[in-house]
């Protein structure tokens, strides 16, 4: 009865490579997001759906996209896997839209390029 | 802009002391929430609270209290009686809607070490 679920846990892979990584909640929400957090613990959003609509696209490389094919999933491809794309991406629901919506978390996919 | 800032990259303390983690957030919307979450040593992001910029009172919930004071752009947590089990690291955040963007800016986050 996990409310946000990622998988994979660990992801180890080749520079250049292609990866998906996988989100779904059962809480309900109507609004998801991805989560980059770096070795620093730096965590920085990278999108945000609502109702399967793009509503934040920060400023990401294109070689992310996301895509949600109903409002309980969302998942995020990487094309061309870098380096530097070594890190922890969280997956986050809430209800509504906007800032008044609390984020609950996926427990994280762990991801390192080598 | 908007922004988060967590000052204390890493605090130590010895168990039952009491400890207080800052935030101070910059923002010139009237209309913001503000959010702590823990993230213990597991990795997971756990939710603490949330309160919104109408809502000044300060909460406390067991061990954990925080006092959102708007006059200085602060919402700050203290734990009383520290115990180990509260070595994480703390983020707050700052959410909004400004010129229909939504905005979700998190701090960069305070390491807290409890020794026993």
């Known amino acids: 009865d996990t409310a946000v679920s990622q998988t994979p846990k660990y992801l180890v892979t080749q520079m250049g490579n292609d990866k998906s990584i996988k989100c779904e909640q059962n809480l309900g929400h109507d609004t998801m997001y991805w989560y980059k957090q770096d070795s620093k613990k730096f965590l920085k959003i990278m999108f945000s759906?609502?109702?399967?609509?793009?509503?934040i696209n920060e400023t990401v490389p294109n070689r992310f996209s996301p895509k949600s094919p109903d409002k309980a999933h969302l998942n995020l491809h990487i094309n061309s896997l870098e380096l530097g794309d070594s890190a922890v991406y969280f997956c986050?629901?809430?209800?509504?839209?906007?800032?008044?919506?609390?984020?609950?978390f996926g427990p994280g996919t762990r991801l390192l390029v080598l | 802009a908007q922004k988060v800032t967590q000052a204390q990259t890493e605090i130590s303390v010895v168990e039952k002391e009491d400890v207080t983690l800052d935030c101070v957030y910059e923002t010139r919307d009237t209309t913001y929430y503000l959010f702590w979450y823990k993230q213990p040593p597991s990795g997971e992001l756990v939710f603490l609270i949330r309160?919104?910029?109408?809502?000044?009172q300060n909460e406390i919930s067991g061990r954990y209290s925080w006092n959102f004071q708007k006059s200085t752009s602060s919402f700050n947590f203290t734990i009383t009686a520290s115990q180990v089990v509260d070595s994480a690291v703390y983020f707050c955040a700052l959410s909004l809607t400004t010129s229909g963007t939504y905005k979700y800016i998190f701090g960069t986050g305070t390491r807290l070490k409890v020794l026993a």
């Open positions: 309160r919104n910029s109408f809502d000044e």
């Open positions: 986050a629901s809430s209800l509504g839209l906007g800032g008044g919506g609390t984020q609950y």
């Open positions: 759906y609502n109702n399967k609509e793009l509503i």
